[in-house]
Every structure is written in C-alpha cells, then in structure tokens.
C-alpha cells in the first residue's frame, strides 16, 4: 500500500508543474484571443460607421413615400440640398415609391412590384449605394428591407424631436 502511496505522491510532484505550465500558457492564448476578437469589433464597428457616413462612389436614393396627408418628397429634397454627399445625386439615380392613399393589405403585391421596378432603375444607373429615405408604415418598411439585404443602403428616418432625417447606418452590417 506505501508503494501506491508514493507513486501517486511523486506522480502529483511530476504533474503540478506542468499542470501549472499548460494552465499559464491556456491563460496567455485566451487572453491574446479575446484580445484579437475586441480589436476586430472595434476595427468593424469603426468601418462601419465611416461606411454609413460616406455617400459611395455612384450613391443613389430610393425614397419611400407612403404617409397619407404628407409630401415627404419635398422635405428630403431639402435635406438633400444641405447634405454634402447627397446634394449631388443626379435625378436618374433618384427613384420614389410613392401611394395617395392609405396602404391596404391588398396594395402590398403592387407595392411589392413598384419597389422592384425602383430598385432595377437603381441598379440600371451603376449605383453601388442606395440611400434610403423612409416614410412608410412598418409593413412597408419590411418588405424594401427584405429588398434591399443585399446591397448597400443606408437608412435615413425623420427624427420628430430633431426635426431632420437621421442617418441611421447600414441596412444590413457585417456580422
């Protein structure tokens, strides 16, 4: 029984220094790649924020205009004017979906097929982003979303206690 009990004894002499080495160097590697992992979020987030600022090399503007009783279309034209990335947006890259009447359940295959038809004009003119100017109700809103996931576009929403449309980054960021 003592020899049992001195092989376990100098077994655990054996391997607590290297337990201790495996333990030190685990500790260094996680360390170093949660280090790596916050680097690259911060590196992505910083990125993002430029992109969503900058107006693109042919930026273009799909504007959704689906509020009863408003003319949104006149207030973004002015925004527009005093943005220095949007200002010179040339009309052919300009699209507007637009409806006079409140949006119905049953308006949403048309609605469907007005923003296809917006976004193709888009496409057609060479843009490589689209900024998005919503005045829609949430359905709306989703379907030129759903889209819109695989290109670059940039939301803009009226903000009511600033009183201007606010950009409010990239449809879809990296993940």
């Not at 992109?51 to 949104?72: C, F, K």
Request: glycine content about 6%.
């Amino acid at each position: 029984m003592m020899q049992v009990w001195n092989f376990l004894v100098w077994l655990a002499e054996t391997l607590d220094p290297i337990n201790s080495l495996i333990g030190l160097v685990t500790t260094i590697v996680a360390g170093f790649t949660a280090f790596m992992v916050w680097q690259d979020q911060r590196r992505r987030r910083v990125w993002l924020q430029e992109i969503a600022h900058s107006p693109g090399e042919r930026p273009s503007m799909l504007i959704l205009d689906l509020l009863v009783g408003q003319d949104a279309r006149a207030q973004i034209e002015n925004f527009r004017r005093q943005q220095e990335g949007l200002k010179d947006i040339p009309e052919d890259r300009i699209a507007v979906v637009s409806r006079s009447s409140k949006l119905t359940p049953e308006d949403m295959f048309q609605l469907q097929q007005d923003i296809r038809a917006a976004i193709a004009k888009l496409a057609d003119a060479g843009t490589d982003r689209i900024h998005l100017f919503l005045a829609a109700p949430q359905p709306a809103t989703a379907v030129v979303g759903a889209h819109l996931a695989n290109t670059s576009t940039v939301i803009y929403h009226y903000d009511r206690e600033q009183g201007t449309y606010v950009n409010y980054g990239l449809l879809r960021p990296m993940a």
